[in-house]
């Protein structure tokens, strides 16, 4: 991202806050690993991985605010509200996504007029009233709602599943992937978002705020969707690993069609470990034991 000179001081030491601050940038790898397999230049490839992960950022930094999670840390360091401000964050936030909306025009540019309407119609539909936005409404207004598993699930296809459509299903879109393919791509990233979010509500249930990286114990103090809250912490597991079940049998259909995505079987390797880390390295074993 460009910050020019005559950039506010205080506006451009919160965006080089986020900046430096990148997280483990799986989204953005992933994102350039699947275009450059379906053959997109490394130029539009990593515009998109950038976007992408611009996109994913600045929607933490919303849900950090205190009129939403109110969070205090994030990616290990304060979270930018705290630091410069609920007006520094939601300006930061705005210029990710505009950047985001930029790279993602040049990453598209060089499509087909219908293969470039089809993929910023997806971009819309994944991060528009569709997709993230309205899944972070539900999320706000989850006291209002029944807490089971149903919602919860509904919450995430919302918000976390919509991001990982995005990072598995558009640079494929752009690389000129069949219709069976995409088909594929978005099973997997509904089974994979739906077990990432639930590796991240256990998180939040069991782990420490310095395993985590961010703020933990925040769904049941907000009343927020929590699968594990939902469900208990065994039926959140057992179900996570169906969907890894289905995830890999999934992935082996898309296989026999594009042997270049072995390396997507990486993402669901990390995914388990991460659930097996949580599990093993709790701060504690049952909600009875949170203060």
Not at 141 to 162: C, D, F, M, W
Not at 191 to 196: D, E, I, N, T, V
Not at 209 to 221: C, F, N, S
């Amino acid at each position: 991202m460009p910050l020019p000179a005559a950039l506010d001081p205080h506006f451009e030491e919160a965006l080089r806050h986020i900046l430096d601050n990148p997280g483990s940038l799986v989204r953005p790898r992933m994102v350039y690993q699947v275009a450059t397999a379906y053959g997109l230049d490394e130029a539009p490839a990593k515009n998109l991985a950038i976007a992408l992960e611009y996109f994913h950022t600045a929607s933490l930094l919303f849900d950090d605010l205190p009129c939403m999670d109110n969070a205090s840390e994030r990616r290990g360091v304060p979270c930018v509200h705290l630091a410069y401000g609920e007006a520094g964050a939601i300006l930061a936030a705005l210029a990710l996504i505009n950047r985001a909306y930029a790279l993602s025009w040049r990453a598209v540019a060089g499509a087909s007029p219908l293969v470039q309407t089809r993929a910023l119609a997806y971009i819309e539909q994944c991060l528009g009233v569709e997709g993230l936005l309205n899944g972070q409404s539900l999320d706000l207004h989850y006291a209002t709602l029944p807490h089971n598993r149903e919602t919860t699930e509904t919450i995430a296809r919302g918000k976390t599943v919509s991001l990982i459509r995005l990072t598995l299903v558009l640079p494929a879109m752009l690389g000129g992937a069949s219709e069976r393919e995409i088909q594929l791509l978005e099973r997997i990233a509904l089974y994979w978002g739906l077990g990432y979010q639930m590796v991240d509500d256990l998180k939040d249930v069991l782990d420490c705020a310095a395993e985590a990286g961010k703020t933990v114990a925040r769904d049941l103090l907000l009343d927020r969707p929590n699968v594990a809250s939902a469900m208990g912490i065994p039926a959140a597991i057992e179900r996570f690993t169906r969907f890894i079940h289905l995830g890999d049998r999934t992935l082996q259909r898309l296989l026999q069609l594009r042997p270049g995505l072995s390396f997507l079987g990486k993402l669901r390797s990390d995914l388990e470990e991460e659930l097996v880390r949580v599990t093993e390295n709790a701060c504690a074993i049952t909600l009875g034991e949170r203060p």
